[in-house]
T-cell receptor
Framework: EAQVTQNPRYLITVTGKKLTVTCSQNMNHEYMSWYRQDPGLGLRQIYYSMNVEVTDKGDVPEGYKVSRKEKRNFPLILESPSPNQTSLYFC?????????????FGEGSRLTVL | SQQGEEDPQALSIQEGENATMNCSYKTSINNLQWYRQNSGRGLVHLILIRSNEREKHSGRLRVTLDTSKKSSSLLITASRAADTASYFCATARRAAGNKLTFGGGTRVLVKP
């Protein structure tokens, strides 16, 4: 089944404790992206990747890192999480670019930073 | 501010009625997409309309695009309780085709 898989789905952590949210897709998509969703602010793009070893900042990249060492994986790294990073995070992918095709979303990762 | 703004923010209708929501955006686009999100779940793509298209249908969904007014509408006909969800428009801007920017969404409640 074609899917985007995120882990963990739920996480409660404390300020400053490094964490990684994994994202994997099995559709051989070149483009992958991370979004965060907050009440009243909609979905905002954090980082995206056009292909392996190619990443770029979205609209709200501060406090986050990403890497794209393999085509299928696009982990989101919070080196020193802070309470303002409490949010619902979504990974998404598409074949080439949002310019040409739809995004496929994971089920989301709800992160709470205390 | 967001590229896409949906209107209304919330909509409550009876089963069988039509639901219409609108999206306005600010800059030229390559395409506009509509997504549905069931409470707290991942977004699901509904329809993509390109900048040179004016109308598109998919099942009970009808999307229009007016690039001169920088607006789009999503019509759900003969709504069902299962259509209860949030609906988002998203734009791939001409100047930033690698980014898909989402609006704030319309929450739709379909009462049985």
């Amino acid at each position: 089944e074609a899917q985007v898989t995120q882990n963990p789905r739920y996480l409660i952590t404390v300020t400053g404790k490094k964490l990684t949210v994994t994202c994997s897709q099995n559709m051989n998509h070149e483009y992958m992206s991370w979004y965060r969703q907050d009440p009243g602010l909609g979905l905002r793009q954090i980082y995206y990747s056009m292909n392996v070893e190619v990443t770029d900042k979205g609209d709200v990249p501060e406090g986050y890192k990403v890497s794209r060492k393999e085509k299928r994986n696009f982990p989101l790294i919070l080196e020193s999480p802070s309470p303002n990073q409490t949010s619902l995070y979504f990974c998404a992918s598409t074949l080439a670019s949002p310019d040409t095709g739809e995004l496929f979303f994971g089920e989301g990762s709800r992160l709470t930073v205390l | 501010s967001q590229q896409g703004e949906e209107d209304p923010q919330a909509l409550s209708i009876q089963e069988g009625e039509n639901a219409t929501m609108n999206c306005s955006y600010k800059t030229s686009i390559n395409n506009l997409q509509w997504y549905r999100q069931n409470s707290g779940r991942g977004l699901v793509h509904l329809i993509l309309i390109r900048s040179n298209e004016r109308e598109k249908h998919s099942g009970r969904l009808r999307v229009t695009l007016d690039t001169s007014k920088k607006s789009s509408s999503l019509l759900i006909t003969a709504s069902r309780a299962a259509d209860t969800a949030s609906y988002f428009c998203a734009t791939a801007r001409r100047a930033a085709g690698n980014k898909l920017t989402f609006g704030g969404g319309t929450r739709v409640l379909v009462k049985p």
